[in-house]
C-alpha cells in the first residue's frame, strides 16, 4: 500500500511538472533578414552560408532566420499576403553581389532600420561586392570589394581584437581554406578592425595586389548612427562555413549586431 502510495505521489508530481513545463512559454528568438540575392558573380557557397546561418539561429535558440532571394521585405511599407517588412526584424543580413533591386525608397528605409531604429547589418564575404552605385552603403559596410590576388587557397590570419565577443574564442594566429578579399575605400578611422591577413606569410608578389600598406582587414565592425555594422570576408568555401570557429564567430557576430551582447566598435589604428 506504501509503495502505491509513493508511486502515485511520484506521478502526480511528473504531471503537474510536465503541465507547467508545456504551459511554459517558449523564450521570444530574435528575427533576422537573410538575403542572397545576386546581380552579379554567382557564389556557389550562398546557399551552403545561408542554411548554416539558419541552423545557427536555430541550435542557439537565439534567432529565426527569414531566406529570401530578393529585396522586396527590405521597406517600410506595409506589405500584402502576409509579407513582412523591416519593422518584423532585428537585423538584415546580406550575402549578395551586384546592384541590387531596390529603389531609392528602400535604400532609404534600409539606412534608417540600421542608423535610425540601432537595428543591426551583417555582410557576409560579397556584401562588400554589392551596390557600388550607391556610395552610403559603401559606407555603412566600410569598404568595397578591390580583387582577391591569393584567390582560394589557405590564408593565415591575426586576430587583432581577442575582446570582442565575435573573435575571442580564435586563437591568435591561425589559417583557413578561404577566398579573401582585399578592400578599397576602406579606412581604419572609420571602423575597428578584429582580423586581418598576415602579410608576411602572404606571397605578395601574385598579380592583382593593390594595397601597398600591406593591410588585409578580414572582419571589422562600426557603429552607425543608432545600430551596428559587423562584416567579415569568410565565407567563399565549404571549408569556411563547416569550421566550428567560423560558425561561433557568425553567431556572436549576430548576436552583437543585435545589441544582445557589448563589444567594442571604437576605430583604432593598426596595431
Do not use: C
Amino acid at each position: 500500500m506504501k509503495l502505491k502510495n509513493s508511486l502515485l505521489i511520484i506521478a502526480l508530481l511528473l504531471g503537474v511538472n510536465g503541465t507547467l513545463t508545456a504551459q511554459r512559454p517558449p523564450r521570444e528568438m530574435k528575427k533576422l533578414l537573410a538575403i542572397g540575392e545576386t546581380q552579379g558573380w554567382q557564389h556557389d557557397a550562398t546557399s551552403r552560408g545561408l542554411a548554416t546561418i539558419w541552423k545557427i539561429g536555430q541550435e542557439s535558440r537565439v534567432f529565426d532566420t527569414y531566406i529570401k532571394t530578393d529585396t522586396e521585405l527590405i521597406t517600410k511599407k506595409k506589405l500584402k499576403m502576409n509579407a513582412k517588412n523591416l519593422d518584423y526584424f532585428d537585423a538584415v543580413l546580406f550575402y549578395t553581389t551586384g546592384e541590387l533591386k531596390m529603389d531609392a525608397q528602400q535604400k532609404a528605409d534600409l539606412m534608417s532600420f540600421v542608423k535610425k531604429d540601432g537595428k543591426g547589418f551583417i555582410g557576409v564575404h560579397s556584401a562588400d561586392d554589392t551596390f557600388y552605385e550607391w556610395p552610403e552603403y559603401g559606407e555603412l559596410v566600410g569598404g568595397y570589394f578591390d580583387g582577391h590576388p591569393w584567390n582560394r587557397f589557405d590564408a593565415p590570419f591575426i586576430v587583432e581584437d581577442r575582446e570582442f565577443p565575435a573573435t575571442k574564442h580564435f586563437p591568435a594566429e591561425f589559417r583557413v581554406f578561404d577566398e579573401i578579399y582585399q578592400a578599397k575605400n576602406f579606412s581604419r578611422d572609420n571602423v575597428r578592425v578584429l582580423m586581418r591577413m598576415d602579410e608576411s606569410k602572404l606571397d605578395m608578389t601574385v598579380k592583382g595586389i593593390k594595397r601597398t600598406d600591406g593591410d588585409f582587414a578580414v572582419t571589422w565592425v562600426k557603429e552607425a548612427g543608432k545600430g551596428r555594422m559587423f562584416y567579415s570576408s569568410f565565407g567563399h568555401t565549404v571549408e569556411a562555413w563547416e569550421s566550428p570557429a567560423i560558425q561561433k564567430m557568425w553567431l556572436e557576430a549576430i548576436k552583437w549586431a543585435m545589441g544582445l551582447t557589448d563589444g567594442d566598435a571604437t576605430p583604432r589604428p593598426r596595431p
